[in-house]
């Protein structure tokens, strides 16, 4: 099941320029079977959308997006109160302090943190090991070759799953960038399992491969 696992709405997300009518309208109109919300720090559009979209035939797959030094991480995890415990700009969790039911992704890492402004190092890899639980590889706002390769060598060095997300902020870009899950989708805690499993595979955008070149088709599926 192809799921985006990084979507931004307005006003949790006050940079996003999708408001509930126009998400609700493309899941419904692109038959989307699950999507993932993502804002930052903010879970307040997921309590409101998840009825509506279940109208929708659309699974609401509960995420928050948080700001570190070491980067930007996504915490997925049903437990809405649990989430609503991160913030959008903080430290990095420390990783025995990370319940069972959540998983994190280190998301477009090359591309450093956007709220925190803290620039990519290699030598992050290391220390953010013991939290992460997989990388975001394709991201639909960093999709040049030097990001995606960046990504590919962390998942390799440390020997983890690969997703990928839209990190759309207009409604056009949904699905730009995706995450094709093993199984059938019907709950975040399906998702956080196949996170933990590995049983997950990033879809690249359309036309990746003329600027990837071979990352393109290490991905596709």
């Known amino acids: 099941m ?3 696992l990084h979507v931004h709405t307005y006003p949790a997300s ?3 320029t999708i408001v509930y009518r126009d998400l ?18 903010d879970v307040g559009d997921n309590r409101r959308l998840e009825g509506p979209l279940a109208e929708a035939g659309t699974v609401l797959v509960h995420g928050v997006e948080i700001s570190t030094p070491c980067g930007d991480f ?13 913030k959008d700009l903080q430290a990095v969790p420390q990783a025995g302090s990370i319940a069972d039911h959540a998983a994190i992704v280190w998301v477009h890492p090359a591309a450093g943190g956007g709220r925190s402004g803290s620039a990519f190092r290699a030598s992050l890899t290391e220390q953010v090991a013991p939290l992460i639980d997989a990388v975001e590889v394709w991201n639909g706002n960093w999709t040049d070759t030097r990001y995606v390769a960046a990504a590919q ?5 440390l020997n983890l799953p690969a997703t990928g997300g839209s990190d759309a ?3 056009d ?4 960038c995706a995450t094709e899950i093993e199984a059938e989708v019907g709950s975040t805690a399906d998702v956080v399992a196949a ?9 690249a955008p359309p036309g990746a491969g003329r600027r990837a070149g071979h990352l393109f088709d290490l991905f596709r599926r």
């Open 173 to 176: 870009r949904i699905g730009r």
């Open 24 to 41: 609700i309208a493309c899941c419904r109109e692109r038959r989307l079977g699950a999507i993932a919300l993502t804002n930052h720090g």
């Open 153 to 157: 060598r962390i998942v390799e060095t």
């Open 14 to 16: 006050s940079c996003s």
């Open 169 to 171: 902020h207009r409604a």
């Open 195 to 203: 996170i933990k499993s590995g049983a997950v595979t990033p879809v």
């Open 74 to 86: 996504i915490v997925y995890s049903p437990d809405l109160d649990y989430l609503a415990g991160f």
């Open 2 to 4: 192809r799921v985006d």
